[in-house]
């Protein structure tokens, strides 16, 4: 049974750099047609995808966190990663990973259980 | 504002149908692609219930269904059951805005 679990601070800095990583297991990142991505959910509010990456490192961002967003994966350790660059109140949110399957277009079928990020000074 | 536009709310007694529509544009649905269906259960997270369009998971009950039509989508749920009580959500993919776009979500009261 595939498994992913999200792991990182729960808290970081105003301005500073959100890392996270997603470890997958009962299945591996490498040679599968499957994506694997990012996405969270600020306090109270809806869902919100981030962006996504392949196994070749191949990656596509939201337009609107392109700028300050990198999404990158480690084959070896059966793992990708999220950074964010300067944080704000506004990044406070449950980050999910998940793997994602293609019909006409890329969504999640597996998810990770979510970290909680707060970004507080 | 959400691309997808969901309504807030919907509620109905066990037992009933309830149906949940998602409606967008010429830019996402109306230009073929298909429409996802999650349940998020309080402080858990989002389990996919419906996929393309139309097609279930082998976990999940026959009483879920989805349907696509024009620029729109529907989640219709029968038999209505307390642990049905959740937020609902549709995902599909925007030309406009190169990417994947949720509706802002529907929370299921069952009365």
């Known amino acids: 049974q595939l498994h992913l679990q999200e792991s990182g601070p729960g808290l970081v800095r105003p301005s500073e750099t959100l890392s996270l990583t997603c470890t997958v297991s009962?299945?591996?990142?490498?040679?599968?047609?499957?994506?694997w991505g990012w996405f969270r959910q600020p306090p109270g509010k809806g869902l919100e995808w981030i962006g996504r990456?392949?196994?070749?490192?191949?990656?596509f961002y939201s337009p609107s966190l392109k700028s300050r967003v990198a999404i990158s994966v480690d084959t070896a350790k059966n793992q990708f990663s999220l950074k964010v660059t300067a944080v704000t109140a506004t990044d406070t949110a449950v980050y999910y990973c998940?793997?994602?399957?293609?019909?006409?277009?890329?969504?999640?079928?597996?998810w990770g259980q979510g970290t909680r990020v707060t970004v507080s000074s | 504002q959400s691309v997808l536009t969901q309504p807030p709310s919907v509620s109905g007694a066990p037992g009933q149908r309830v149906t949940i529509s998602c409606t967008g544009s010429?830019?996402?649905?109306?230009?073929?692609?298909?429409v996802h269906w999650y349940q998020q259960l309080p402080g858990t997270a989002p389990k996919l219930l419906i996929y393309g369009n139309s097609n279930r998971p082998a976990r999940v009950p026959d009483r879920f269904s989805g349907s696509k039509s024009g620029t729109s989508a529907s989640l219709a749920i029968t038999g209505l059951q307390a642990e049905d009580e959740a937020d609902y959500y549709c995902l599909s993919h925007d030309n406009s805005l190169s990417g994947s776009v949720f509706g802002g979500g529907t929370k299921l009261t069952v009365l």
């Open positions: 010429n830019s996402n649905i109306g230009a073929g692609y298909d």
């Open positions: 990456i392949y196994y070749s490192g191949n990656s």
């Open positions: 998940a793997r994602l399957e293609y019909s006409t277009n890329w969504f999640p079928d597996f």
């Open positions: 009962g299945g591996s990142i490498s040679g599968s047609s499957f994506y």
